[in-house]
């Protein structure tokens, strides 16, 4: 039997991200009209536009931020997409996307590449244990195989740990998993920092076989990244697949609900 | 108490007077600096002493070669000034389409639309005065069709 395939998107804490979540998944049919997608949102944001979605599934902790973990976690999905809410599919080479997995557990986009600029991404470099580390693995967009149990624990893990840094000060200190390395506490605000420890400190998931996507930065484009020359998209062969919107989305778009009416 | 002038560079074409960092080793030891500007001639019409100073520590050609430098990173400078503008302009343009793509699609009529082509042209309009154009004509016909009901 041929693997399930299909988009998980996640909606949670402000109402913003539902809105994108909505334009997303349309964005995506509008390039794959038989695309599967899967929203996790916060139960008060539903409305209408759910019934356009294949399943729709509520977040445990719709106050949580980064309820993305727990959808990522939680994909109805053999080979599943993940992308930020916050963003808009631009490209028709989308509908290449599960051809990219290859023989991969997991595809992410790597930043690699100091001539751009990092706005939405600024710590990058942090010490652990008296070494300087770099983050490179970004978390906005992820292309995973959830029939690896490895990858469904590596999931899970993602979603425990990142919520022991969120609520460090209400949990026993004996859990902070990060303790006595001289992680810097600004460092606890990332998942991806969460990524960074699970890919190299956690001898469980050496083991997995982590990959770039093709023509890397197409699959996730941030708009704060610099231009070529010619005011052209940079380091990409190809115009973006994925414009991520993160570093400026309106998050106030929220109050807009009761203006827009004519 | 100890002069010391550090990078010269013409600042006019004349070549007639010199910026350069000002640098004094007072009696007491502390040192100070700043920039300062030293003209060739004095009220008395005479070369003056601080000129010659400047000159005699560094050659004529040395501070011709600092002024070509100078000039050379300062337009390098306005350059990439220009750019980072032109980026940061080409983001926000992207940004503010997109949270107007987002505003529009919550107009009700829209929102309830079920004309995916218009959602679409809407979706891929490359900039805002197209996505209204598009956005007005989906109003008017959701309109037009709910007048018929």
């Given at each position: 039997m041929s693997p399930s395939k299909g988009f998980v998107l996640v909606a949670s804490k402000r109402i913003a991200f539902y809105y994108s979540a909505c334009n997303l998944m349309e964005c995506i049919r509008d390039y794959m009209p038989d695309a599967n997608i899967t929203l996790f949102c916060s139960p008060e944001f539903k409305d209408h536009r759910c019934d356009d979605f294949d399943q729709v599934f509520d977040v445990e902790n719709p106050d949580f931020l980064r309820e993305k973990l727990y959808g990522m976690a939680n994909s109805p999905y053999d080979i599943t997409m993940y992308m930020d809410a916050d963003g808009e599919v631009v490209h028709e080479d989308i509908a290449t996307v599960f051809d990219q997995l290859e023989d991969c557990d997991m595809k992410f986009v790597i930043l690699k590449d100091d001539p751009i600029s990092l706005k939405s991404f600024v710590e990058k470099d942090f010490q652990c244990s008296g070494v300087t580390e770099t983050m490179t693995l970004c978390g906005g967009v992820c292309l995973y195989d959830m029939r690896n149990p490895l990858v469904q624990d590596f999931m899970q893990d993602w979603y425990k740990m990142f919520?022991?840094?969120?609520?460090?000060?209400?949990?026993p200190e004996d859990q902070h998993w990060w303790k006595g390395h001289g992680i810097k506490d600004s460092m606890l605000r990332w998942d991806q920092f969460t990524l960074w420890w699970l890919t190299n400190k956690m001898p469980k998931y050496k083991d997995l076989k982590i990959g770039e996507f093709d023509d890397n930065y197409r699959w996730n484009w941030f708009t704060s990244f610099r231009r070529n020359a010619e005011g052209k998209y940079n380091l990409v062969k190809k115009d973006p697949i994925f414009l991520h919107h993160s570093s400026s989305m309106d998050k106030t778009v929220d109050e807009f609900k009761n203006e827009v009416k004519l | 108490?100890?002069?010391?002038f550090r990078h010269p560079f013409w600042e006019n074409y004349q070549k007639d007077r010199i910026t350069c960092k000002?640098?004094?080793?007072?009696?007491?030891?502390?040192?100070?600096?700043?920039?300062?500007?030293?003209?060739?001639?004095?009220?008395?019409?005479?070369?003056?002493?601080?000129y010659k100073d400047v000159i005699a520590l560094t050659p004529v050609e040395k501070i011709d070669k600092n002024t070509e430098e100078r000039e050379e990173r300062h337009k390098e400078n306005r350059v990439a000034d220009k750019r980072k503008k032109a980026e940061r302009e080409a983001a926000r343009k992207l940004e503010n389409l997109f949270n107007a793509k987002l505003e529009v699609f919550e107009i009700e009529s829209i929102k309830n639309s079920t004309n995916r082509k218009a959602k679409a042209k809407i979706r891929r309009s490359k900039n805002q005065y197209e996505m209204m154009a598009y956005a007005i004509m989906l109003i008017q016909e959701e309109d037009a069709k709910n007048e018929s009901k």
């Open positions: 919520w022991i840094q969120e609520h460090r000060l209400n949990i | 108490m100890k002069k010391e000002l640098v004094i080793t007072h009696d007491n030891g502390e040192v100070t600096s700043s920039t300062s500007t030293v003209g060739k001639y004095g009220k008395d019409g005479k070369i003056t002493k601080d």
